[in-house]
């Protein structure tokens, strides 16, 4: 079956401006996490949705990150006035169940610029 | 919290001969660890992973990792690589409470011919 989408692939941005990333996982898991690469950085955690329960968003950085997931499927993630630290490669994961046992699947990620 | 150390940002190795990837972890609590593999130009995908049992855990591709608690480690290993695995592997670390993945910074594995 289809594994987790993302789009834009690329996206290039003006700093101060705001930007929109999708997520689309796979049908059916409940659980779905955004990460953030940076170069030379491993995998930061963002935020982390379960089912209907409310969202873990302690990793996002500053309040100019959000991100929301539609009937339990499709996410977005907002960056807000872009500052040209928030350049990265934005990656979503899901999975079956709970995220703490269960293997994530990784889209392959949108790379932001900001100029 | 966890953390994930990955020593070596990046290891080269000639095909055929063996590999070992370091991993460690610092926990205040159980733990379940990961090895993900990014192939060039592809998403992570799961290489292996220990929850609990056999700390020995075998994995796609012919890799293997062995979860040693005293030491709070998870090396990877694989005795003998091909071209195909040149990638970018990290090592992952979650509690067996909370909802976070905690990411080493990843491990260049280039195999030269």
């Known amino acids: 079956g289809a594994g987790v989408s993302q789009s834009p692939s690329n996206k290039v941005t003006e700093k101060g401006k705001d930007v929109e990333l999708r997520c689309d996982p796979i049908s059916g898991h409940t659980a779905l996490y955004w990460y953030r690469q940076s170069l030379g950085q491993g995998l930061e955690f963002l935020i982390y949705f379960q089912g209907n329960s409310a969202p873990d968003k302690s990793g996002l950085p500053s309040d100019r990150f959000s991100a929301e997931r539609t009937g339990g499927s499709v996410s977005t993630l907002t960056i807000q006035r872009t500052q040209q630290e928030d350049s990265a490669v934005y990656l979503c994961?899901?999975?079956?169940?709970?995220?703490?046992?269960?293997?994530?699947?990784f889209g392959p990620g949108t790379r932001l610029t900001v100029l | 919290a966890q953390s994930v150390t990955q020593l070596d940002s990046q290891v080269p190795v000639f095909e055929e001969a063996p590999v070992e990837l370091r991993c460690n972890y610092s926990?205040?609590?159980?733990?379940?660890l990961f090895w993900y593999v990014q192939y060039p130009n592809q998403g992570l995908q799961l290489l292996l992973k220990?929850?609990?049992?056999?700390?020995l855990v075998k994995g796609i591709n012919g890799f293997e990792a062995e979860f040693n608690k005293s030491q709070t480690s998870f090396h990877l290993r694989k005795p003998s690589v091909h071209i195909s695995d040149t990638a970018e592997y990290f090592c992952?670390?979650?509690?067996?409470?909370?909802?976070?993945?905690?990411f080493g910074t990843g491990t260049s594995l280039t195999v030269i011919p």
């Open positions: 992952a670390v979650s509690a067996d409470t909370g909802n976070q993945f905690y």
């Open positions: 926990s205040s609590v159980s733990v379940y």
């Open positions: 220990y929850l609990s049992g056999s700390t």
């Open positions: 994961a899901s999975s079956f169940l709970r995220g703490g046992t269960d293997t994530q699947y």
